[in-house]
């Protein structure tokens, strides 16, 4: 593999650590201060509605990270991750099904938004790194 190649791996990595990371911290805090119910019980609608709009916004973070990162072709390697995240997202739909966890809209958007998000992440990338009035 090129040095190039594994450059775009990297980047991917990267952005994809970053959404697992700050998911997690988010979670974390929202736990700590009682926000969300203790583990193992589920989340309201209005709970997954939350973690929805914050997976949302670190999505798109990590897909411009990822974008950013990228040694050449910055939407193609923010889609490798927004297809990463597919895969992911419905694996954790299989394994969350039957456990109760909240509604099961909250795992399926997870998956089904991976994609979109990871475009606009790198989108917003391209639209900023343009040069002006290019």
């Excluded at 959404?19 to 700590?32: E, Q, R």
Aim: hydrophobic share 50%; proline share 5%; glycine share 12%.
């Amino acid at each position: 593999m090129n040095k190039q190649r594994w450059k775009s791996i990297g980047a991917v990595l990267a952005g994809l650590l970053t959404i697992i990371i700050a998911s997690t911290l988010v979670d974390a805090v929202l736990h700590a201060f009682h926000v969300y119910p203790s583990l193992g019980e589920p989340l309201t609608q209005a709970l997954a509605l939350l973690a929805s709009s914050y997976r949302l916004v670190i999505g798109i973070g990590g897909a411009y990270l990822t974008a950013k990162l990228s040694p050449g072709q910055p939407m193609r390697d923010a889609m490798v991750l927004g297809c990463v995240g597919t895969v992911l997202g419905v694996l954790g739909v299989i394994q969350s099904w039957d456990l109760n966890l909240g509604p099961r809209w909250y795992a399926i958007s997870l998956a089904v938004l991976a994609i979109p998000q990871c475009w606009f992440g790198g989108w917003l990338y391209q639209r900023r790194a343009q040069p002006a009035g290019a």
